[in-house]
Nanobody
Framework: QVQLVESGGGLVQPGESLRLSCAAS????????MGWYRQAPGKQRELVAV???????NYADSLKGRFTISRDNTGNTVYLQMGNLKPEDTAVYYC???????????????WGKGTLVTVSS
């Protein structure tokens, strides 16, 4: 069993910053990649940012420069630093980890339950 626990969502005003975190625990042999996705009301889930095991990062083009993905030294926790937030950033943010478990033969994608970020004045 693998658990992902997200934290850091909330209500902020336009222009403010917020940091999300997502910690993985449980049956983990290795984590190949960690990422953040978001789903705004009435829209499909979209990629925000991804960080791989070797530290490579990839961002949605529209978010480059405002959002930064990082991880802790253990490699099990991923962060998303969001700056200059705009109302259109309002969404449920989901973390995703691609994990190979000790009890599995192939890596799987695991998802957090989501954390709501609301940007409003």
């Amino acid at each position: 069993q693998v658990q992902l626990v997200e934290s850091g969502g909330g209500l902020v005003q336009p222009g403010e910053s917020l940091r999300l975190s997502c910690a993985a625990s449980g049956d983990i042999f290795s984590i190949q990649a960690m990422g953040w996705y978001r789903q705004a009301p009435g829209k499909q889930r979209e990629l925000v940012a991804v960080i791989t095991a070797d530290g490579g990062t990839n961002y949605a083009d529209s978010l480059k420069g405002r959002f930064t993905i990082s991880r802790d030294n253990t490699g099990n926790t991923v962060y998303l630093q969001m700056g200059n937030l705009k109302p259109e950033d309002t969404a449920v943010y989901y973390c995703n980890h691609r994990i190979l478990s000790y009890s599995d033969y192939a890596p799987r994608d695991y998802w957090g339950k989501g954390t709501l970020v609301t940007v409003s004045s």
